[in-house]
């Protein structure tokens, strides 16, 4: 253990080397895995996606995770500084910290629409929630979920909710709301006391409501969907997809990692707590995939549904099962746990950027970006209905069909996080002092010479083939 200060001062920090593994695994684990990685390995056909997917996680992510925690603990101050202290340290010029910059402005445009998702999650936990409370009145705790509620009914709920951009609104904010008091109470009384609360809660609700599916689902199913590939599914769209999934689930291209790396005190072990980041976030995708898939296959729905699949699919399926009522109410709130352990790791990225480059109090600077990104979000949510014809990058082919949300989403995932992890890679294969990464990480021999290859010729060229192939999909003939 550490000795840190607690609440405002610069000093603090993780109160041990545990306490930032699980914070990293929450900013980590997130809506990205239950609800993006099942959505996109159902529609890209399951077992070659997923296969191509884990590659990526492990040659590509796993390094950049350590670039980044790395950058962190070097610099021990905000992502700009820490980036600006290395470069120094390495003779190489301040110039680089604005890839820093880059991702503390990603993060806080991926945290508007993040929120704005996360409320539907909430509202959606309301809706259960209330159901199980009727249920449990009724004498019958263990029911299917929304008895007698007719498909068309369970399923429309989605566009209801869509069309009222009040009720969106409200969502969205008490959810921004609960990511702002969070950071507000900083690193030991804030994220670390949620991390350490949540995940483990989080960790119990994945594995009880596996279990279950195992029991009332299609498991057999689920796992040969999964893990069998087709490999001619394998298209250049969907290889692009996959590395971007990886990136985005690992929480990189953002400096989030650089921020929650600068708040390590003490201790080198770089690369296995780098490895127990990336085994556990992939971990928990693979489990989310081998939760919901079982569900789907049982009540035969389709697993290429999209987007929706957890939203409409899921509580239609939660009707006709036995205690229903009850593990659709805890599936989406261990949805919503999810993202809150990632939403405060979003929102600390530019608030210590305040707090370190402009000299803010913390809650001034939570409340300046927390309160910005609330209000980017509140366009976000006119996108679906008011402002459902404003395409706002709209010149661009690419964003051409997009509603803001969307354009929010795809501008970030595929322009932001490729260039911020593309400079990282090169940053740290090319520019970085080899002494001061060595003394830092901990790392030593072939694991060392792996890395380096890795950082240094594997992550620039295939980072910059998700970017090139991102923004000019007529290249892949898309
Ligand atoms: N990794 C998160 C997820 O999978 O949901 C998303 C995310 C969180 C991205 C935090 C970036 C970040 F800094």
């Known amino acids: ?209 596996t279990i279950y599916g195992a029991f009332v689902g299609n498991m057999g199913e689920a796992f040969a969907f999964l893990f069998t590939p087709d490999w001619s599914k394998l298209t250049p769209a969907v290889m692009n997809s996959a590395l971007g999934q990886a990136l985005f689930s690992l929480s990189l291209g953002v400096a989030g990692l650089i921020t929650y790396g600068s708040y390590i005190r003490e201790g080198s072990k770089l690369g296995s707590t780098s490895a127990a980041i990336a085994v556990a976030d992939t971990s928990v995708a693979l489990i989310a995939g081998l939760m919901i898939f079982p569900i789907v296959f049982a009540v035969g729905l389709d697993p290429a549904a999209g987007p929706t699949l957890v939203f409409q699919s899921l509580p239609f399926a939660f009707q006709s099962m036995p205690a229903g009522a009850l593990i659709g109410f805890l599936f989406f709130l261990l949805i919503l746990v999810a993202a809150i352990t990632s939403s405060i790791s979003l929102l600390e990225v530019p608030t210590a950027y305040g707090i370190g480059e402009r000299g803010w109090g913390r809650r001034k600077s ?32 690419l964003f051409a069909e997009t509603d803001i949300l969307d354009t929010v989403d795809g501008f970030t995932g595929k322009v932001m996080l490729p260039l911020v992890a593309l400079l990282t890679s090169i940053f740290i294969g090319w520019k970085a002092d080899r002494r001061l990464v060595e003394e830092t990480t901990g790392l030593a021999g072939p694991m060392l010479g792996l890395w380096r290859f890795l950082i240094a010729w594997v992550c620039p060229i295939a980072v910059t083939i998700i970017l090139v192939t991102g923004l000019f999909p007529s290249i892949l003939g898309g």
């Open 1 to 209: 253990m550490v000795g840190v200060a607690a609440g405002d001062s610069p000093k603090d920090g993780w109160s041990s080397r545990s306490a930032f593994i699980l914070a990293a695994i929450g900013a980590a684990v997130g809506l990205g895995n239950i609800w993006r990685f099942p959505t996109l390995a159902g529609e890209s056909g399951g077992g070659a996606f997923v296969i191509f997917y884990i590659a990526c996680v492990f040659l590509l992510g796993l390094p950049l995770v350590l670039s980044e925690i790395f950058i962190g603990r070097a610099g021990q101050t905000d992502a700009v500084g820490s980036i600006r202290k290395v470069a120094e340290a390495s003779n190489a010029s301040p110039t680089w910290s604005v890839f820093g910059s880059v991702g503390a402005i990603a993060a806080f445009l991926i945290l508007s629409f993040y929120s704005v998702v996360a409320g539907w999650v909430l509202y959606y936990a309301g809706v259960m929630g209330m159901d199980l409370i009727d249920a449990i009145l009724s004498g019958d705790p263990f029911r299917g979920a929304l008895a007698g509620e007719s498909q068309e009914a369970i399923q429309g709920r989605m566009g209801d909710l869509f069309a009222n951009p009040w009720l969106l609104l409200a969502m969205h904010f008490a959810f921004m709301g609960a990511t702002l008091y969070i950071v507000a109470h900083g690193v030991g009384g804030g994220l670390e006391k949620a991390a350490t609360w949540l995940m483990p809660a989080f960790f119990v609700l994945l594995v009880g409501i």
């Open 366 to 397: 939570a409340l300046i970006f927390g309160g910005g990104a609330f209000l980017i979000g509140i366009a976000c949510l006119l996108g679906y209905n008011v402002w459902s014809d404003v395409r706002i990058l709209g010149f661009w082919p």
